[in-house]
């Protein structure tokens, strides 16, 4: 019926050295808004802050690790984050990163395509152990 979902997350391994993950979200038919008709919804995780940042067009930021784990949607221009593996995904308007490389060497962001990028950000509660 829908293509599957799946979002990116950026992560520190062990050695501290960062990485890019997909991951799947798994989605469940409910009545979520009666009296709408039932639709698919995925787990809902809590979150502890949500805020809005703006970034000039020319803007880059070596390599350091995210400040808390947080989820980060552009919602103008596109920004280009560099694992420190030396992979990289580009993040464009509409589209999400989940930021969890929180330790170890981080990661290298940059503006892409001369346009300020404005984000919202959610942070999120520290991950737990697996």
Same mark, same amino acid.
Request: proline share 10%; charged share 20%.
């Given at each position: ?5 799946? %979002?990116?997350?950026? %992560? ?8 890019? =993950? ?5 989605? %469940? ?13 995925? =787990?809902? $995780?809590?979150?502890? &802050? ?21 989820? $980060? ?6 920004? =280009? ?9 580009? $993040? ?7 930021? =969890?490389?929180?330790? &170890?060497?981080?990661? $290298? ?22």
């Amino acid at each position: 019926m829908f293509p599957p979902l799946a %979002y990116t997350r950026l %992560y520190a391994d062990s050695a501290g050295e960062s990485h890019f =993950e997909p991951v799947p979200i798994e989605t %469940y038919t409910r009545l979520f808004a009666p009296p709408a008709p039932p639709f698919n919804v995925s =787990e809902f $995780v809590p979150a502890s &802050g949500v805020g809005f940042v703006r970034v000039p067009g020319d803007w880059i930021g070596d390599l350091h690790p995210s400040p808390f784990r947080m989820w $980060v949607f552009v919602l103008s221009g596109e920004i =280009e984050f560099e694992a420190s593996d030396g992979q990289r995904a580009s $993040v464009r308007t509409g589209s999400g990163l989940l930021l =969890e490389d929180v330790s &170890g060497k981080g990661h $290298v962001s940059r503006v892409i395509g001369g346009a300020a990028a404005t984000l919202a950000v959610v942070e999120l509660a520290p991950a737990q152990r697996r």
